[in-house]
């Protein structure tokens, strides 16, 4: 019984020593984990920031992009002259100057009166001389490239930081012009117009705060021939 009681405690003892030896080791090996943990950690924040940077590089690449289909089918001029919202005066690279008509759109005319149903017309015009007068542009023309009159139908397209913009688009979603369709073959950006438009009509719809007139706010002012630049509002 003494031996037997000796052989017990003994293993008893060789048994709690093992134990002890196993939570020491697995410390170990949990603090050793620890700095791995940290490492992933630490290349996901890498891996993020670079996804972040790839993202942006790709947005620019887009608009490098962009630049460049423009520059392939435009030629650069200089505008001389603002005749009205979608008339001007261009300067081309031959040293001539050929009178520009827009593609696509209409603005009314600026007629020199001292009357409310004529402020169309004008804030059509000053917005073409804010924007364009004096400015270097990307001309694109039409095809056919000529009216009836000679005058060069086309867009013009100015570089912004967020790419390529058609000047249409200003007065389009300001209300300032609306959209015609006067010649099949020259509807590339119809769809693109006329979602502008229908902007600058539900704005006009809405009427709240500071609004602004515009041409679609103004019954029977748009009309199928162009303005009713007659009515007094």
């Given amino acids: 019984m003494r031996g037997s009681r000796k052989i017990s405690k003994k293993w008893i003892w060789l048994t709690s020593f093992s134990m002890a030896i196993l939570m020491v080791s697995g410390c170990g090996a949990s603090a050793d984990s620890e700095p791995t943990h940290t490492e992933s950690n630490s290349e996901t924040d890498s891996n993020q920031n670079t996804k972040t940077k790839d993202d942006e590089l790709t947005r620019d690449d887009e608009i490098t ?114 959209v015609v369709t006067n010649d099949e073959s020259n509807n590339k950006y119809l769809d693109e117009f006329l979602e502008y438009e229908q902007q600058a009509k539900d704005e006009a719809e809405k009427e709240v705060g500071d609004f602004s007139p515009n041409i679609w706010s103004i019954e029977g002012y748009v009309t199928e021939d162009g303005f009713d630049q007659s009515l007094d509002f």
């Fill in 65 to 178: 992009n962009e630049k460049n289909e423009i520059a392939e089918i435009t030629e650069e001029v200089t505008v001389n002259e603002i005749i009205d919202g979608d008339t001007i005066v261009v300067i081309n690279q031959d040293g001539e100057e050929e009178t520009v008509e827009l593609l696509l759109i209409e603005t009314p005319e600026d007629i020199p009166e001292d009357t409310t149903s004529q402020q169309f017309g004008k804030q059509a015009t000053d917005l073409a001389k804010f924007q364009l007068e004096g400015a270097n542009v990307l001309l694109e023309r039409g095809n056919p490239d000529k009216d009836e009159n000679g005058h060069t139908l086309g867009h013009i397209w100015f570089n912004t930081t967020e790419g390529p913009e058609n000047y249409a688009a200003s007065p389009l979603l300001r209300g300032l012009a609306k």
